[in-house]
């Protein structure tokens, strides 16, 4: 083990085709009692591409949600507040299920 790793760590490791990311405008989110599902979509019209769909447990959502909210508290007390975007002509906001 590495001296610079913490007891208890697990090194992550991300792959070249993962590094570069992906564009996503659309967001579509079910669930089912067990998970909850996102796909992450591309949307240019004529046709939208999902080019991720991450499947979580309910209560691991919940943090990912808490996450997302400190990052943003971060965020805009550096930079400002964030403003909504409007939804898309044509109803091709996010849906949800």
């Known amino acids: 083990m590495a001296e ?3 007891k208890g760590e ?4 991300i792959t070249d085709d993962v590094l570069h990311g ?3 405008n659309q967001m579509m989110v079910s669930h089912t009692r067990e998970e909850f599902v996102m796909d992450w979509v591309n949307l240019f ?6 080019n991720a769909r991450v499947i979580i447990s309910p209560g691991h ?4 949600i808490r996450a997302l909210q400190e990052n943003v508290r971060k965020y805009e007390e550096r930079y400002g507040e964030i ?9 091709h906001g ?3 299920n």
């Open 22 to 24: 992906v564009y996503a």
């Open 45 to 50: 019209p004529p046709e939208g591409i999902v």
């Open 4 to 6: 610079q790793q913490k």
């Open 83 to 91: 403003g909504e975007a409007p939804e898309p002509p044509g109803g």
């Open 10 to 13: 697990i090194p992550i490791k």
């Open 94 to 96: 996010p849906l949800i």
């Open 61 to 64: 959502l919940k943090r990912v």
